[in-house]
């Protein structure tokens, strides 16, 4: 006999797990579920708040929660799972834990939970990895990889060096161009003649070459090849850096006149050029051999070419400089229009070199083109300070004066030499750090030290932004830091000697700055200064000599001639 089974039905979206196991198990001797039964809890309605079958709706094609009321009167909780529908059957009801339920009770409830929760766990995981391989698999046969076997890689293309021709016809330019700039300058005396010139070298070695090749930026090559075996310096560049230097041992510093680019657009910028104290002219002229000597020592170090990386007019010419050197090369022509040649006469290393050069030169040019009346206008239109006035005899107690002040200096030079060399020592860091390898051994030390102190930067230590870039691609290479850092110290070594060296250097060029000065020379008229001039020509326009030669004024007008005893004295 059947016994009826109370029911506590709860709305769910599944069947219960244990039920259908239920079902399936035949091993229920006390209870009986008749057809009925199963037909009325299969039946349910999943929407929410239905508590009775919907008409006409097809029992066991539901998901559905059931609570259902054991023998014993007490609920029991079935875990829930879909399942399909359900036949009619007439079972046992399994009495107690037939099937492993436990009793209503708070203990038993928490076990069932945590059963079914593993379970639910479970089957999601393996859902989830079924629906993965079978994403993958589509993906792989939907995009398949590319074949590269039989691709070959394009050989690497560099740009092409320009032609041998234009290194040679600036090579012909520039010794056409000396040439001329000599005649006009010492034999035909020719300011026109020098003005055009320098144009032409302008328009042609500045805009149109580009500044390059330069016998300027020659010297840092000149230095690297002579200091290390592994470059080799092209002929053309060899021939420009020596060419400008035969000229002016023979006709003094001809190549500034008219035809270095840098000298001419200086000299047309001097609109209203004004005089510089002695004192002040003298000092500023050391720091060209001071700028001479770091060239040397960053180029033959291979850290850097100085001369062409802050020429200041450089970016005009290729007219693709950055926001500094344009502001340099304005700051520049802009002092220029009162000083005459700013960077030519206290900044340009090679200038430097053409003065000592031109000290012996065979032919220079002159004032007068026979005697001087000591007019001093040349002195006046001079705008470099180049000219020289007469000397006046001594007294034997200046005389005296003069080599106890010449005997003290010969002393001294030693002295400062010494001292530089001391000072030099202590340019190691500041001087190597301008080296790219030292530098970037510097930033992997500060980035290590930054990773083990875990902090944004080490006390004591400076980490530039963009160093972050170099670090990267430092570590990108594979390259042992062992062996960076071993380069980095034997770099510093090296700046350390040279360093010293340099400092000596510096010594030697204040010195022998201070015996120059000490020493009189006997002159009898105004005279240029050797090293100095530059041969640009504009005391030719004021001289009286020259225009009495010609005959004629600047304007048409004839020259009445005043001794030089009352023109001094109007001048004073």
């Not at 006709?251 to 001419?264: D, E, H, K, S, W």
Request: charged share 20%.
């Amino acid at each position: 006999m059947n016994r009826p089974v109370k029911k506590h039905v709860k709305e769910c979206r599944y069947l219960p797990l244990l039920f259908g196991r239920w079902l399936r198990s035949g091993c229920a001797k006390n209870a009986i579920v008749s057809k009925d039964d199963i037909s009325w809890i299969c039946a349910l309605s999943p929407q929410r708040g239905s508590r009775s079958p919907s008409p006409g709706q097809r029992p066991g094609a539901q998901y559905i929660t059931n609570a259902l009321l054991g023998p014993t009167g007490q609920p029991f909780s079935l875990n829930c799972w879909p399942v399909g529908p359900l036949k009619s059957i007439s079972e046992p009801l399994p009495q107690g834990d037939a099937l492993g339920w436990e009793n209503d009770s708070a203990v038993g409830r928490k076990k069932l939970i945590d059963k079914n929760k593993s379970t639910s766990v479970k089957i999601i995981l393996i859902a989830l990895a079924i629906l993965a391989l079978g994403g993958f698999a589509w993906g792989a046969e939907r995009f398949p990889p590319p074949d590269f076997s039989e691709h070959k890689l394009p050989p690497t293309l560099a740009p092409s060096s320009p032609p041998l021709f234009y290194e040679y016809l600036d090579l012909a330019a520039l010794f056409v161009g000396l040439s001329l700039a000599s005649y006009f300058a010492v034999f035909k005396r020719s300011r026109r003649g020098l003005f055009i010139l320098s144009i032409v070298s302008l328009l042609w070695l500045g805009f149109w070459r580009e500044g390059c090749i330069c016998p300027i930026g020659a010297i840092q090559n000149v230095a690297l090849a002579v200091c290390t075996s592994n470059y080799a310096i092209p002929l053309t560049v060899a021939a420009f850096f020596a060419l400008p230097l035969i000229f002016t041992i023979f006709f003094g510093r001809t190549f500034c006149a008219a035809v270095c680019p840098l000298g001419a657009v200086q000299e047309l910028a001097a609109l209203k050029p004004v005089r510089v104290p002695l004192w002040l002219d003298h000092t500023l002229g050391l720091l060209a051999y001071i700028y001479l000597g770091l060239a040397v020592l960053f180029s033959v170090t291979g850290t850097a070419f100085l001369i062409c990386r802050y020429d200041p007019f450089v970016g005009f010419f290729r007219m693709n400089a950055g926001a500094n050197m344009l502001v340099l090369g304005g700051c520049f022509l802009l002092v220029g229009i009162f000083v005459g040649r700013p960077y030519c006469r206290y900044l340009c290393p090679y200038g430097a070199i053409l003065g000592l050069l031109s000290r012996i030169s065979q032919w220079h040019v002159k004032i007068p083109p026979e005697q001087c009346i000591n007019c001093r206008l040349c002195e006046d239109a001079c705008p470099y300070g180049a000219i020289r006035e007469p000397t006046v005899p001594q007294s034997p107690v200046d005389r005296d004066k003069s080599r106890r002040r010449l005997g003290l200096l010969l002393f001294l030079l030693p002295i400062l030499m010494v001292a530089g060399y001391l000072l030099g020592k202590l340019l190691e860091v500041p001087l190597s750090r301008v080296n790219q390898t030292v530098r970037l051994a510097e930033y992997v030390r500060i980035d290590q030290l930054r990773k083990e102190a875990e902090t944004a930067e080490p006390a004591g230590l400076t980490y530039e932004p963009f160093a972050v870039d170099a670090v990267n691609a430092f570590r990108n290479t594979r390259r042992p830091v062992t062996e960076l850092y071993q380069q980095a110290v034997d770099l510093r070594k090296w700046f350390a000697a040279a360093g010293a060296w340099f400092g000596a250097y510096v010594g030697l060029v204040i010195g022998v700055k201070l015996i120059h000065l000490s020493l009189r020379r006997r002159r009898a008229d105004y005279q240029p200064d050797r090293a100095g001039c530059v041969a640009c020509g504009r005391c030719f326009w004021y001289c009286p000599e020259e225009k009495r030669g010609e005959g004629r004024g600047e304007r048409g007008e004839r020259f009445d001639l005043v001794p030089a005893q009352e023109h001094g004295a109007a001048l004073d």
